[in-house]
């Protein structure tokens, strides 16, 4: 399953998007914050306006009209993200042209758009497997935008799956706790139904959902894609004909990716290999430090044999990535103290960053989660920085000593 190299996708990354640069006659990537463009005259423009807004591509001579409707700065940042999701179908040379990634304001926003497509199609029943991240959960449960969802575990998609079913969510490794889905697997027992796979945790670096057989990778591009804190936006790729239908939602929604913003998003794509190996290995020997710790009574983690009993990190990943979660013996109590004892690591929600974060999700990005399915109490999930192990280790030493005070 596993194509070329870690090497290629390096490269690869470093020029993803960047094609045309040099006929502009630059080498940084062009921004274009421009809200509305010239149109040459009533007709064209008309004619462009229709081609966009009913989520088809800008065709050669087109106007681009109203940035709701299309930016040259964020298609260059999907551009590159197409390349980064399709990876490994064109490392084996087969083809990837019918694939395309639309970008949104927000992961929410991707994800909603998504949701969205499908009810507007008729097809409004969603059969998801927890766990999730917090928000699509609470956004499934209160059907806000017209959804029915089935949660059920991995084993029992097949028989959820009904005539009005319109999609099966998945996330792996999930947040918070890093379970991980034998994606083939759902892929299999959904059918014809499309699967989509949230891949923010693992990132196109360690996972390619799309080489696995699903219809809809999605990422929080805030997170890792973007690796600094400091810009917000979601993605989806899927195949040409799904991505006309949400360009249309994003459109008439207004969900667009600022172009500000997909600049930033878009520079932090060529050190994405380069950060996400780097945490890795410093998530490898946390989890294991974690293990030695009587404070811990567990220690999450897709690297840890016993986190993957079926081997899914080797069958469907490049590696386990750099989240890590622990559950302390203590219960909230210790999670609160061991919090107030850090001063390295930022206690934050949002992750994939370059410095570490560490939150509480029962109480924060799960806490509108039914009680059924929230994290434990004493449940603290760690984004793992480039901060180095033993700086992250005296830290995280003081926070064990704030629970024993």
Same mark, same amino acid.
């Given at each position: &399953?596993?194509?070329?190299?870690?090497?290629?996708?390096?490269?690869?990354?470093?020029?993803?998007?960047?094609?045309?640069?040099?006929?502009?006659?630059?080498?940084?990537?062009?921004?274009?914050?421009?809200?509305?463009?010239? /149109?040459?005259?009533?007709? +064209?423009?008309?004619?462009?306006?229709? *081609?966009?807004?009913?989520?088809?591509?800008?065709? +050669? #001579?087109?106007?681009?009209?109203?940035?709701?409707?299309?930016?040259?700065?964020?298609?260059?940042?999907?551009?590159?993200?197409?390349?980064? +999701?399709?990876?490994?179908?064109?490392?084996? @040379? !087969?083809?990837?042209?019918?694939? +395309?990634?639309?970008?949104?304001?927000?992961? &929410?926003?991707?994800?909603?758009? =998504?949701?969205?497509?499908?009810?507007?199609?008729?097809?409004?029943?969603?059969?998801?497997?927890?766990?999730?991240?917090?928000?699509?959960?609470?956004?499934?449960?209160?059907?806000?935008?017209?959804?029915?969802?089935?949660?059920?575990?991995?084993?029992?998609?097949?028989?959820?799956?009904?005539?009005?079913? @319109?999609?099966?969510?998945?996330?792996?490794?999930?947040?918070?706790?890093?379970? /991980?889905?034998?994606?083939r697997q759902i892929v299999a027992?959904?059918?014809t139904v499309p699967v989509m796979?949230?891949?923010?945790?693992?990132?196109?670096?360690?996972?390619?959902?799309?080489?696995?057989?699903?219809?809809?990778?999605?990422?929080?591009?805030?997170?890792?894609?973007?690796?600094?804190?400091?810009? &917000?936006? #979601?993605?989806?790729?899927? *195949?040409?004909?799904? !991505? !006309?239908?949400?360009?249309?939602?994003?459109?008439?929604?207004?969900?667009? =990716?600022?172009? $500000?913003?997909?600049?930033?998003?878009?520079?932090?794509?060529?050190?994405?290999? &380069?950060?996400?190996?780097?945490?890795?290995?410093?998530?490898?020997?946390?989890?294991?430090?974690?293990?030695?710790?009587?404070?811990?009574?567990?220690? %999450?983690?897709?690297?840890?044999?016993?986190?993957?009993?079926?081997?899914?990190?080797?069958?469907?990943?490049?590696?386990?990535?750099?989240?890590?979660?622990?559950?302390?013996?203590?219960? %909230?109590?210790?999670?609160?103290? %061991?919090?107030?004892?850090?001063?390295?690591?930022?206690?934050?929600?949002?992750?994939?960053?370059?410095?570490?974060?560490?939150?509480?999700?029962?109480?924060?990005?799960?806490?509108?989660?039914?009680?059924?399915?929230?994290?434990?109490?004493?449940?603290?999930?760690?984004?793992?920085?480039?901060?180095?192990?033993?700086?992250?280790?005296?830290? $995280?030493?003081?926070?064990?000593?704030?629970?024993?005070?």
């Open positions: &399953m596993k194509p070329a190299s870690i090497e290629d996708f390096e490269t690869m990354a470093v020029h993803a998007g960047r094609s045309g640069l040099t006929q502009l006659g630059v080498h940084a990537l062009p921004i274009d914050l421009s809200t509305t463009s010239p /149109l040459a005259d009533i007709i +064209e423009g008309g004619n462009s306006y229709e *081609t966009l807004a009913s989520g088809h591509s800008l065709g +050669e #001579g087109d106007s681009s009209v109203y940035r709701r409707l299309w930016n040259p700065t964020v298609a260059r940042f999907e551009s590159a993200i197409t390349e980064l +999701e399709t990876w490994a179908f064109r490392a084996r @040379g !087969a083809e990837a042209d019918d694939i +395309e990634t639309i970008a949104f304001a927000s992961g &929410m926003a991707a994800i909603s758009a =998504l949701l969205l497509s499908r009810v507007g199609l008729g097809l409004n029943h969603v059969v998801a497997v927890r766990p999730l991240y917090g928000g699509t959960d609470h956004l499934l449960a209160s059907g806000l935008l017209g959804t029915q969802v089935d949660f059920v575990q991995a084993s029992g998609v097949a028989s959820a799956i009904g005539k009005n079913t @319109g999609l099966v969510i998945i996330e792996s490794p999930a947040n918070p706790s890093l379970d /991980l889905v034998d994606i027992a959904a059918g796979v949230d891949n923010t945790f693992a990132t196109p670096v360690l996972q390619q959902p799309l080489d696995l057989g699903v219809t809809f990778s999605v990422h929080s591009a805030t997170k890792y894609l973007g690796g600094h804190g400091d810009a &917000m936006g #979601g993605t989806i790729t899927t *195949t040409s004909e799904n !991505a !006309a239908h949400l360009r249309q939602v994003r459109a008439i929604t207004g969900g667009l =990716l600022d172009p $500000l913003t997909a600049y930033l998003l878009h520079r932090g794509i060529p050190t994405l290999s &380069m950060r996400v190996r780097a945490q890795e290995q410093t998530a490898i020997a946390l989890a294991n430090w974690f293990q030695g710790r009587p404070e811990v009574e567990r220690t %999450f983690y897709p690297g840890l044999p016993e986190c993957d009993p079926t081997g899914l990190v080797a069958s469907q990943m490049y590696g386990s990535g750099a989240m890590v979660s622990i559950d302390l013996a203590g219960g %909230f109590d210790a999670a609160e103290a %061991f919090c107030k004892g850090l001063n390295l690591i930022t206690h934050a929600v949002s992750l994939g960053g370059v410095d570490s974060l560490i939150q509480h999700p029962a109480a924060l990005t799960h806490r509108l989660v039914p009680s059924d399915a929230k994290p434990s109490q004493g449940l603290l999930r760690v984004s793992v920085g480039l901060e180095s192990f033993a700086d992250l280790v005296l830290d $995280l030493e003081s926070g064990f000593g704030r629970i024993k005070e």
